[in-house]
């Protein structure tokens, strides 16, 4: 079996789960999708603002950017202490500055994964997904889910 044949395997399972199953050439720059700017990128703003909205029609749409702005900018001095933050925010969502008509602020989570409703999520799997860093990378498959691999 070559590398090839085993990656077409593997999408057709997913394709089989119901994940879109895309290129890394599809969601790069200058691709039929188009889900990022660089290839330093390994977050899907696009899918993740949409996903954002969908599962939080109630946010203002200045909430969900801060959202989005937050996940996908995200830097912590600690790997640990990143890793447990990051996975608070997915969990129970992110925390959002909302202000309302009379201009108190209060502070509201912006939901990331729809765990109750798992069809709400939106499912991608990528085949060669080439990220820029120190050393070029490129996974035979990424499976994201709502732009976040």
Avoid at 52 to 66: K, Q, T, V
């Amino acid at each position: 079996m070559l590398e090839n044949d085993l990656e077409t395997a593997c999408l057709n399972w997913l394709s089989d789960l119901d994940y879109e199953c895309l290129t890394g050439d599809d969601v790069s720059a200058g691709g039929s999708h188009g889900a990022r700017r660089k290839y330093l990128e390994v977050i899907l703003r696009s899918r993740l603002h949409e996903a954002l909205d969908r599962l939080n029609p109630s946010l203002p749409s200045s909430a969900l950017e801060e959202a989005v702005q937050k996940i996908a900018n995200y830097g912590s001095q600690s790997l640990v202490d990143g890793n447990r933050e990051m996975y608070e925010w997915i969990r129970n969502g992110v925390p959002v500055e909302v202000e309302d008509a009379e201009g108190h602020k209060s502070i509201l989570r912006a939901r990331v994964i729809d765990f109750e409703q798992t069809d709400a999520n939106d499912f991608l799997a990528v085949q060669q997904f080439t990220v820029h860093g120190e050393k070029v990378r490129r996974p035979d498959i990424v499976v994201f889910i709502n732009g976040l691999p």
